[in-house]
């Protein structure tokens, strides 16, 4: 990623969560994969991410690891995985990395957490720094709302973004961060800057898939742009296949097993007690 950016070529990340969308993945132009907390609420459908556990997140990060060997691949530090202390949180971390080969992981970082960064930087693991909107926050911040949208939040932000890099961060994500001020930080950032939700200026840009392929129904973020509509073409397709079993169109002859010719002579034969 680094290379990326001093070259000045776009870093492109998708989070994604389960295997099947991360073989697909990687046969793309895709540069990372980030199996982010935000499972809790695609996946199980929670309304946070905060229910999102060390041993769920452990168990799909590695089966993403396993559909895409080869693509960068991030893992998403949990709500209480990294806040309990410098000591949970490199136990944490070596877990992505031993269990799953993650190549980094992303905390999502205030001043209170540069011990961590650094004292997981120092264990030798490459770290994000996740700032601007952080999604583990709202039982504290209730709503979210767009990050430095004053001058006064935006050179706090910049500073907290200088603090990540000082303590060992090797890569910043951005989210929900006004356009004006990610593109600030990431002139000033020598380490790779990720946004979402951050315009632009960013070095790159990373979106949720089923936002990307267009699963998600409802309201979705402002920034979340869909590059197919899949939820239609899936909902087709579930009701086309009941209705084919409704009929007893499916399964037909080409999609049954079949004996082998003569046996099943032989097993009439069988069951009349001819043999």
């Known amino acids: 990623m680094l290379d990326a950016k001093r070259q000045g070529r776009k870093i492109v990340a998708v989070s994604c969560y389960d295997y099947t969308t991360a ?8 540069d990372m994969i980030l199996v982010g907390d935000s499972a809790a609420q695609v996946i199980l459908g929670y309304d ?3 229910p999102a556990t060390m041993d769920f997140m452990v168990a799909i990060t590695a089966a993403v690891r396993r559909g895409a060997p080869d ?16 000591y949970e949180a490199v136990k944490n971390a070596g877990r992505f990395v031993v269990e799953c080969g993650a190549q980094m992981v992303k905390i999502e970082a205030s001043g209170a957490y540069t011990d961590v960064i650094r004292a997981v930087s120092e264990a030798g693991m490459a770290v994000m720094a996740h700032i601007g909107i952080k999604p583990q926050s709202i039982g504290r911040v209730g709503r979210f709302k767009a990050e430095a949208s004053t001058a006064e ?15 060992g961060a090797v890569s910043l994500l951005l989210e929900g961060v006004c356009s004006e001020v ?20 960013c070095d790159g840009q990373i979106l949720i898939a089923p936002d990307v392929l267009g699963l998600t129904q409802g309201p979705k973020p402002k920034f979340a742009k869909s590059f197919a509509n899949l939820a239609d073409a899936t909902i087709a397709a579930f009701t086309e296949y009941a209705g084919q079993v409704k009929a007893g169109r499916y399964p037909d002859v ?5 004996m082998k010719t003569g046996e099943m002579e032989r097993l009439q034969n069988l069951l009349r007690g001819e043999e």
């Open 254 to 258: 080409e999609h049954c097993y079949r």
């Open 23 to 30: 073989r697909l993945l990687a046969q793309t132009g895709v």
């Open 182 to 201: 990610a593109q600030i930080i990431t002139q000033r950032s020598e380490v790779p800057v990720i946004g979402i939700g951050s315009g632009p200026g």
């Open 71 to 86: 693509v960068c691949l991030v893992a998403d530090m949990p709500f209480l995985s990294y806040q309990l202390g410098a």
């Open 153 to 167: 939040m935006a050179a706090e932000l910049i500073a907290l973004a200088e603090q990540m890099t000082n303590a």
């Open 48 to 50: 946070s991410t905060l």
